[in-house]
């Protein structure tokens, strides 16, 4: 199995990768199943946090403030935005599940102390990138944009038989304007949730050059190189993103070889 691919569990950590875990500074990320009435706790310490309500309904608790029944969907598949909550370093967090509920915590060095707050599905930014096939529906939950000390985070519904993150692009260079150093994880889901998708980690060197099967709820880990993701025919792909660096601005540069599907 390759190093770059973190499996689902059963149970309710599904997935966790940390920067000891992943080898790397800044991301780390995880997800959690929560039946009705089932509570977490946790400290962000020196990291701030972007919680994301993937499925179903949460109250949460964080920096003396309470969102109460916070969560819109039951599928990360349904045409809308999912609430998030952000929380800064140095704060307890409490997340109760109102119903069955899937959140992903999203996490990124932090210095500065700023008030938690929620972040509402109409305060997102939706959009449609690509075209053809390589056309895919974004919602951009934390973005550069919004405050934060290091946290980008962004989810991504790709259709059957379509690609994504293509042509393929890296962000591994600390060389802005024409390209930022964010590491970045890939949350996958699949619809229906029996299918696969298929994600290649590469560098211009080959130094990494990795080809996975990913299903659904799997992580890949993308610490540097090109990313694209390839969705079969027949189900649909989801991926929550979580990217951070040393600045937080994402610039991306296309691979050489494939950056003429640009101009198609």
Same mark, same amino acid.
């Given at each position: 199995?390759?190093?770059?691919? !973190?499996?689902?569990? $059963?149970? &309710? #950590?599904?997935?966790?990768?940390?920067?000891?875990?992943?080898?790397? @500074? =800044?991301?780390?990320?995880?997800?959690?199943?929560?039946?009705?009435?089932?509570?977490?706790?946790?400290?962000?310490?020196?990291?701030?946090?972007?919680?994301?309500?993937?499925?179903?309904?949460?109250?949460?608790?964080?920096?003396?403030?309470?969102?109460?029944?916070?969560?819109?969907?039951?599928?990360?598949?349904?045409?809308?935005?999912?609430?998030?909550?952000?929380?800064?370093?140095?704060?307890? !967090?409490?997340?109760? $599940?109102? &119903? #069955?509920?899937?959140?992903?915590?999203?996490?990124?060095?932090?210095? @500065? =102390?700023?008030?938690?707050?929620?972040?509402?599905?109409?305060?997102?930014?939706?959009?449609?990138?690509?075209?053809?096939?390589?056309?895919?529906?974004?919602?951009?939950?934390?973005?550069?944009?919004?405050?934060?000390?290091?946290?980008?985070?962004?989810?991504?519904?790709?259709?059957?038989?379509?690609?994504?993150?293509?042509?393929?692009?890296?962000?591994?260079?600390?060389?802005?304007?024409?390209?930022?150093?964010?590491?970045?994880?890939?949350?996958?889901?699949?619809?229906?949730?029996?299918?696969?998708?298929?994600?290649?980690?590469?560098?211009?060197?080959?130094?990494?050059?990795?080809?996975?099967?990913?299903?659904?709820?799997?992580?890949?880990?993308?610490?540097?190189?090109?990313?694209?993701?390839?969705?079969?025919?027949?189900?649909?792909?989801?991926?929550?993103?979580?990217?951070?660096?040393?600045?937080?601005?994402?610039?991306?540069?296309?691979?050489?070889?494939?950056?003429?599907?640009?101009?198609?």
């Amino acid at each position: 199995m390759s190093p770059l691919l !973190v499996k689902a569990r $059963a149970g &309710s #950590a599904i997935v966790e990768v940390t920067p000891e875990s992943a080898g790397w @500074t =800044h991301v780390g990320f995880a997800a959690h199943r929560l039946a009705a009435g089932e509570q977490l706790t946790l400290e962000t310490g020196s990291r701030e946090l972007c919680l994301v309500v993937l499925t179903g309904t949460v109250t949460v608790q964080a920096g003396g403030q309470t969102w109460e029944a916070i969560g819109n969907r039951q599928s990360v598949f349904e045409d809308v935005s999912p609430y998030a909550v952000y929380v800064p370093l140095e704060t307890t !967090v409490g997340i109760t $599940a109102v &119903s #069955a509920a899937e959140v992903a915590l999203c996490s990124a060095p932090a210095t @500065t =102390h700023r008030p938690a707050r929620l972040i509402d599905p109409q305060s997102m930014t939706r959009s449609v990138r690509g075209k053809g096939a390589n056309t895919r529906y974004v919602c951009d939950i934390l973005p550069q944009t919004a405050e934060a000390d290091g946290l980008l985070v962004v989810e991504v519904v790709t259709p059957s038989g379509h690609s994504s993150s293509y042509p393929p692009h890296k962000h591994d260079d600390d060389n802005i304007p024409l390209e930022s150093s964010l590491e970045e994880t890939y949350y996958h889901r699949l619809n229906p949730e029996q299918g696969f998708a298929y994600q290649r980690v590469y560098t211009d060197d080959r130094s990494i050059d990795e080809a996975m099967a990913v299903e659904n709820h799997d992580v890949v880990m993308v610490p540097r190189g090109y990313h694209p993701v390839t969705v079969p025919y027949g189900y649909d792909g989801y991926y929550l993103n979580v990217m951070a660096g040393p600045k937080r601005v994402w610039h991306f540069k296309n691979d050489p070889a494939h950056d003429w599907l640009m101009t198609k």
